[in-house]
Every structure is written in structure tokens, then in C-alpha cells.
């Protein structure tokens, strides 16, 4: 029985100590960021995390675009960055995790790409950068999450 306790307080040791520290965007923003809509010759790209269950939801997760960070994420949440049409690498770093593979995107102008950031392995892989299966479940993520900015 001991040994159990032991491992369980270890566990919630492990959990607790990676629990993200968010900072949200205001609510004005985040309407209007919810509209989807294009910036005139730019690229509004989003970055949204999946709403997950407990596994991984206690990692510290922070969005970044080209070696920027545009938000930290929990789940339920996503950033959003305006950048010039082109190239961009978009990953995650993740405390505990470390940093996820670089998912390379091409966008266009006045183009609005929704990134997908969730666990692999249907909750029990990794925590990683992808796109959606489909443009209305990005959208759908996008509309039922809250606006995140980067944690200090």
C-alpha cells in the first residue's frame, strides 16, 4: 500500500509542477479574432489546441512562428499572429516535453491557416504541431477556444 501512495504522490508531483500558466488576450479581441476574417495582404495564422481530456493537459505549451513565441496554450486555447505571405515553421515547446518536431507551411496571401496542436496516439502519444483533418473542425477550435497570449 505504501508503495502505491508513493508512486501516486510522485505522479501528482509530475503533473503539478508542469501545469501551464496562461495569459489571455481581451474579449474584444478575441471576437473579432473568432470571425476568421483575412488581413489584406497578410496571413492571419492561427494556432489552436484541442479541448483534451487530463492526459497532457497540465503541460506548459507555447506556440511559435518562426522562433517567436504567439501564445502559450492549455487546452481549449489558441494564438494567433498576423505574418507576411511565404514560408513559416510553426512547433511547440512543451515543459515537461521539450520542443516538437517543425511543421512547415507555405501560406499565401490574405490567407487564413488554422494549425492543430493536440496529443497523439489518441491522448496517450505526444504533444505536436499538425493540420486539421478538416477546415470546419479548425474553425470549430478556433470558435469554442479562448484567445491566449504568450506567459511571462
Known amino acids: 500500500m505504501k508503495c502505491i501512495s ?57 506556440a511559435i512562428v518562426d522562433n ?10 489558441f494564438a494567433h499572429t498576423v505574418v507576411e505571405p511565404g514560408p513559416h515553421d510553426i512547433y511547440i515547446e512543451h515543459n515537461p516535453g521539450g520542443k516538437s518536431g517543425v511543421l512547415k507551411v507555405d501560406t499565401k496571401a490574405n490567407e487564413v491557416p488554422i494549425v492543430w496542436v493536440g496529443m497523439t496516439g489518441h491522448g ?17 477550435c ?3 477556444a479562448q484567445y491566449a497570449v504568450p506567459a511571462e
Open 142 to 144: 478556433v470558435r469554442q
Open 68 to 77: 517567436k513565441p504567439i501564445g502559450t496554450l492549455k487546452p481549449n486555447n
Open 124 to 140: 496517450w502519444g505526444v504533444l505536436t504541431v499538425d493540420h486539421f483533418e478538416s477546415r470546419s473542425e479548425a474553425e470549430n
Open 6 to 62: 508513493t508512486i501516486v504522490t510522485g505522479l501528482s508531483l509530475i503533473f503539478l509542477s508542469g501545469c501551464a500558466t496562461v495569459q489571455y488576450g481581451d474579449k474584444s479581441t478575441e471576437a473579432t479574432l473568432r470571425e476568421l476574417q483575412p488581413v489584406s495582404g497578410k496571413v492571419s495564422l492561427y494556432v489552436c489546441r484541442e479541448n483534451a481530456a487530463f492526459v497532457g493537459a497540465g503541460n506548459r505549451t507555447t
